[in-house]
Structure formats: structure tokens, C-alpha cells
Nanobody, 122 residues
Framework: QVQLVESGGGLVQAGGSLRLSCAAS????????MGWYRQAPGKQRELVAT????????YADSVKGRFTISRDNAKNTTVYLQMNSLKPEDTAVYYC???????????????WGQGTQVTVSS
């Protein structure tokens, strides 16, 4: 199995910055991509950003130009989300996602972290 441990959430004023981290561990054979999703109260979980094993990135329109996803090149199992110019509407629980295989013959599977709260005050 794959375990994801997130850190870096918290309370920040509008216009401020936060950096989220997510470290994957366990019986990982290969990682296709890692990313961040978020879920605000009463809303569905939505994509924030993803980064593939090749380094290609994808962002939700609502965070383009403000958020940056990156990974630790030494350890491809760690991903970061730098969040700048935060807005109250960015308030949500942020979940780390990892699409990985645990063996050469296993299928790809999505793994999720426990979530970390990000609250942006106005």
C-alpha cells in the first residue's frame, strides 16, 4: 500500500502564502502523477494541480498564476504546493493524491492523504 502524509496547512490572511507538502511512502513501484485536490464545505472535491513523473503540470483555472506545484527531484515521492495571493475562496481541506503502482503487474491506483485544512481570512 501507499501512504501519503500532508503538512503545511493553516490559517492565513487574504493575500498571504502557504506551502503544502506531501510525502508518499510504502510499497511504491512507480508513480504516474501526484497532485492536490480540495474540498470546501458543501462543495465537491475539485482538482487544484497535478504534476506527472515527467514533470508536466496542470492547474485549475482558479489557481493559475497563484499556485505552483513542484516535486523533490531527489525523491520523486514528495510534492509541494506553493500557494500565493491566497483568497478566502481558497479555504478548503486540501488532499494529496498519488496515482501509483505497487508492483510491476499491478494496476494504477489512486491513493489519498488525510487532508489538511487551509483557511484564508478576509
Amino acid at each position: 500500500q501507499v501512504q501519503l502524509v500532508e503538512s503545511g496547512g493553516g490559517l492565513v490572511q487574504a493575500g498571504g502564502s502557504l506551502r503544502l507538502s506531501c510525502a508518499a511512502s510504502g510499497n511504491i513501484f512507480s508513480i504516474n502523477y501526484m497532485g492536490w485536490y480540495r474540498q470546501a464545505p458543501g462543495k465537491q472535491r475539485e482538482l487544484v494541480a497535478t504534476i506527472t513523473s515527467a514533470g508536466s503540470t496542470n492547474y485549475a483555472d482558479s489557481v493559475k498564476g497563484r499556485f505552483t506545484i513542484s516535486r523533490d527531484n531527489a525523491k520523486n515521492t514528495t510534492v509541494y504546493l506553493q500557494m500565493n495571493s491566497l483568497k478566502p475562496e481558497d479555504t478548503a481541506v486540501y488532499y494529496c493524491n498519488c496515482n501509483a503502482r505497487i508492483g510491476v503487474y499491478s494496476a494504477n491506483f489512486n491513493y489519498w492523504g488525510q487532508g489538511t485544512q487551509v483557511t484564508v481570512s478576509s
